[in-house]
């Protein structure tokens, strides 16, 4: 199983503009073209971005109303990526690993454990 992660921390403008980026790599990734009923489809991705997007502008001029409004609507689309890469690592192979790096996503190689000696029993 392959672990794949997104950029999602920062400040807003960064956080919204990796968004949008992945967003583009995704509709062209031919894993997610025609996802699953279970998997977030790209209209609610983008529907999730648009509302962002205005939010993070009407709260530009410090406004405490519009900045609690703007991450509220962030934290939702994070959740939404969030779910699409849930739903990626379940599909994607080791074949799969050009298309995902080409649409903005990281692979990450889990750390090896170290396999403890258990002691003997007394």
Do not use: W
């Amino acid at each position: 199983m392959l672990h794949l992660t997104y950029d999602l921390q920062g400040r807003p403008a960064v956080v919204l503009a990796n968004c949008k980026r992945y967003f583009n790599g995704l509709s062209v990734l031919p894993l997610y073209r025609n996802p699953p009923e279970q998997a977030v489809p790209l209209a609610t991705l983008k529907a999730a971005i648009d509302d962002a997007d205005q939010k993070f502008q009407a709260a530009i001029n410090y406004d405490r109303v519009q900045i609690v409004l703007r991450n509220k609507s962030f934290k939702v689309m994070v959740e939404l990526f969030k779910k699409v890469v849930a739903y990626l690592q379940l599909v994607a192979t080791e074949d799969d690993i050009p298309d995902l790096l080409q649409a903005g996503l990281e692979v990450v190689t889990p750390p090896k454990r170290k396999k403890t000696p258990v002691p003997a029993g007394s």
